[in-house]
């Protein structure tokens, strides 16, 4: 399976943007699906995923502002980003958790910059 992440792009504080992530094959071959980010000089954090069932988490920084959801028909799930702050800048990378002996797949990153 592969996952392709695209939506991001440069927008001001307090703006939005929707990130999705097309997988191709079947959405449901993935255990979980989540976003991660990569700011310049942070180490890798999350920022929210899904699980099957639908069960969701957050990180602390983002709870409140973001919202991870999925369409199964398009095989596509997606990262409702609102009230940007300048610290949401940096690389966020789809991931898919297929289970052993697949393990997580990531994909591309797309480039978010938030200015002030």
């Known amino acids: 399976v592969q996952l392709q992440a695209s939506g991001g792009g440069l927008v001001q504080a307090e703006g939005s943007l929707r990130l999705s992530c097309v997988v191709s094959?079947?959405?449901?071959?993935?255990?979980?699906m989540g976003w991660y980010r990569q700011a310049p000089g942070k180490q890798r954090e999350l920022v929210a995923a899904m699980t099957r069932s639908g069960s969701t988490n957050y990180g602390d920084s983002v709870k409140g502002r973001f919202t991870i959801s999925r369409d199964n028909a398009k095989n596509t799930f997606y990262l409702q980003m609102n009230n940007l702050k300048t610290d949401d800048t940096g690389v966020y990378y789809c991931?898919?958790?297929?289970?052993?002996?697949?393990?997580?797949?990531r994909g591309q990153g797309t480039l978010v910059t938030v200015s002030s």
């Open positions: 094959g079947s959405i449901f071959s993935l255990n979980t």
């Open positions: 991931n898919g958790d297929r289970g052993p002996p697949w393990g997580w797949t």
